[in-house]
């Protein structure tokens, strides 16, 4: 009797064993076919949709002062047209600052998206981000090819801005230096003129010799 009850907890133990080997072998199974199939499954978790960098939404890695060939900022009806003659900028005809330029570049490709704003064009109006109330700012480049950009305003801090891609309802809150050039000046975007140059910023005319 004692040596049947002996074999039977013996028999128990050996299936309880087997058992649980299948579980763990099982979970580690599991587990593998879950980080193998990672790459398929990740992008219909929620954070995995969020972008950090703007360019990764605008494609501002694209543009640079030495691709770009025109680019403008247009707020109402005020525009500043900026064209590329050679390796100089130059607005109304005057030589723009070549350092104020690269920052400007440099400051979109830099940018950055907080969120999602808004996807309804209803919303426009009241983030800025219209024609006629926010800043469109306009790259040509490649011999013709344009793109556009409507900055609006500003969020209680006033680093970041809300914007839009022209053609598109999403507005987004984005952070970027070059916003803060938007508004500058003619006078603050070219270079300082020497003395002798007449007050248009143009050599003075040559005199006549009596």
Do not use: C
Not at 11 to 17: A, D, I, L, P
Not at 68 to 79: L, S, V
Not at 110 to 139: C, M, Q, W
């Amino acid at each position: 009797m004692a040596r049947f009850g002996f074999s039977a907890g013996v028999e128990f133990k050996k299936k309880y064993m087997n058992k649980k080997i299948l579980i763990i072998l099982a979970g580690t199974f599991l587990v593998l076919l879950i980080g193998a199939s990672f790459p398929a499954w990740k992008k219909y978790i929620p954070f995995s949709k969020k972008a950090s960098v703007v360019s990764d939404i605008f494609d501002f890695r694209s543009l640079s002062e030495s691709t770009a060939e025109i680019f403008t900022i247009q707020k109402g009806t005020d525009k500043k047209v900026f064209t590329k003659r050679g390796s100089d900028w130059f607005l109304d005809g005057k030589k723009a600052v070549f350092e104020n330029i690269r920052l400007f570049f440099e400051g979109f490709q830099k940018a950055e998206t907080k969120e999602r704003i808004a996807k309804n064009p209803e919303n426009h109006a009241d983030l800025g981000v219209t024609h006629e109330s926010g800043y469109v700012v306009t790259f040509t480049y490649d011999k013709g090819k344009s793109i556009a950009y409507i900055i609006g305003n500003s969020t209680p801090g006033e680093t970041t801005y809300f914007m839009r891609k022209d053609g598109s309802n999403d507005v987004y809150a984005v952070t970027s230096v070059a916003f803060y050039k938007l508004s500058d000046t003619i006078d603050a975007w070219i270079e300082k003129q020497k003395e002798e140059q007449g007050k248009d910023g143009l050599a003075p005319p040559i005199k006549k010799k009596q």
